[in-house]
C-alpha cells in the first residue's frame, strides 16, 4: 500500500456510543452535509456496516442526486464489514488492514467521519482510537445517560460509576497521550431534549454537568425529537438540503427551529467554516 501523505493530514470526527436510537446516523449526515456546503472534501467510513444506516442514507442521498437538477452534494463513502475469522487474532489483523485502507483511499479528504456501531467491538474501538473529535449523542433519559455512567443511590447519596463505553474512551485518551498525538476532543449532545422545563430534564442536566467535568467531555444541547428526520431518510436529505427546490417539503416553523438546532451543534462543536480548521 503506497504511504499516506503525512504532510497532510484529515482532521478525524467519530461518532458514536454503544446504544441505538440514539441519533449517530442523523448526526453524522448533518455535520458531513454541513461540512460539504462549506466547501470541505469529506469521506466517511461506516463501521456499523451490518446496520448500515449511514450508507442507507447516503445511497437514497446518491438517487435523489441523479434525479434531481438541484446540486446535492455526496462525500466518498465506505463501508467496513466485520473480519468473519474465527481466529481473534487473524480477525483483529483484517479489521485493522481494511480500515488503514479506507482511511488511505480517503486520506486527501479534508475531513474523514466515522458512523460506529451501537455495541463494543474491535472495529468500533479501533475507530475511536483515531478520532481527533468524538461526538456522543445521549437520548435525554436515565436509562441512556447509563451508556456514560452508572448511576447508584447509597445512603442518599449519589455514586457514579464510569460505564465500559466511558472506559473505553479514557483508554483511548492515554494511548493517544503516550503516542503524543493531539488529545481526543469529546462532545457529548443531548437528543430528544423536551421544550419542558420538566424536573426530570433538570436532575439528568446536573449529573451530566457533573459527569462532563470527571469525564472531561464538553457538554451541548443536539437535537428535539422531531418528524422531519424520519421524513427526509428516505431522500438522503438532511435539514441542510431543505432549500433545494427538489426537496419537496414546505418550510414551517417547526424546521427552522431545526435547522438552529443543528447550527447550534456545529458552532458548538467547531465545525463550521470559521473555526473547522483551527
Given amino acids: ?3 499516506k501523505n503525512e504532510q497532510h493530514r484529515p482532521r478525524i470526527v467519530v461518532v458514536g456510543n454503544e446504544k441505538g436510537g440514539s441519533g449517530k446516523s442523523t448526526t453524522t449526515m448533518h455535520l458531513v452535509v454541513s461540512l460539504l456546503k462549506d466547501g470541505y472534501k469529506v469521506g466517511t467510513i461506516d463501521l456499523d456496516a451490518r446496520q ?5 442514507y ?3 442521498r446518491s438517487r435523489f442526486a441523479e434525479n434531481s437538477k438541484d446540486q446535492i452534494l455526496l462525500p466518498e463513502n465506505r463501508r467496513l464489514y466485520r473480519s468473519e475469522a474465527v481466529n481473534k487474532a487473524v480477525s483483529e489483523e483484517e479489521d485493522k488492514d481494511n480500515l488503514e485502507l479506507a482511511m488511505h483511499e480517503l486520506w486527501d479528504r479534508d475531513f474523514i467521519v466515522f458512523d460506529t456501531p451501537g455495541s463494543d467491538n474491535y472495529l468500533s474501538r479501533l475507530g475511536h482510537s483515531y478520532a481527533d473529535i468524538l461526538i456522543t449523542p445521549l437520548n435525554d433519559s436515565f436509562l441512556d445517560m447509563d451508556m456514560l455512567a452508572k448511576v447508584e ?3 442518599k447519596e449519589l455514586k457514579l460509576t464510569p460505564s465500559t463505553y ?3 474512551v479514557w483508554e483511548q485518551r492515554q494511548q493517544r497521550a503516550i503516542l503524543k498525538k493531539r488529545p481526543i476532543d469529546w462532545v457529548v449532545m443531548r437528543n430528544r431534549l423536551s421544550h419542558i422545563d420538566a424536573k426530570n430534564k433538570r436532575d439528568i442536566g446536573v449529573l451530566l454537568e457533573h459527569l462532563s467535568k470527571r469525564l472531561q467531555f464538553r457538554l451541548t444541547p443536539g ?4 418528524v422531519i428526520f424520519r421524513e427526509l431518510f428516505p431522500k438522503g ?3 441542510l438540503d431543505l432549500d433545494s427546490p427538489g426537496a419537496g417539503i414546505s418550510m414551517s416553523m417547526s424546521h427552522v427551529a431545526a435547522r438552529q438546532e443543528v447550527r447550534a451543534l456545529l458552532n458548538a ?3 463550521t467554516k470559521k473555526n473547522a480548521a483551527t
Fill in 58 to 60: 447516503l445511497e437514497n
Fill in 223 to 226: 437535537f428535539g425529537e422531531r
Fill in 153 to 155: 443511590i447509597e445512603e
Fill in 166 to 168: 466511558s472506559q473505553m
Fill in 1 to 3: 500500500m503506497t504511504e
Fill in 52 to 56: 448500515g444506516t449511514l450508507s442507507r
Fill in 269 to 271: 462543536i467547531g465545525l
Fill in 237 to 239: 436529505l438532511t435539514l
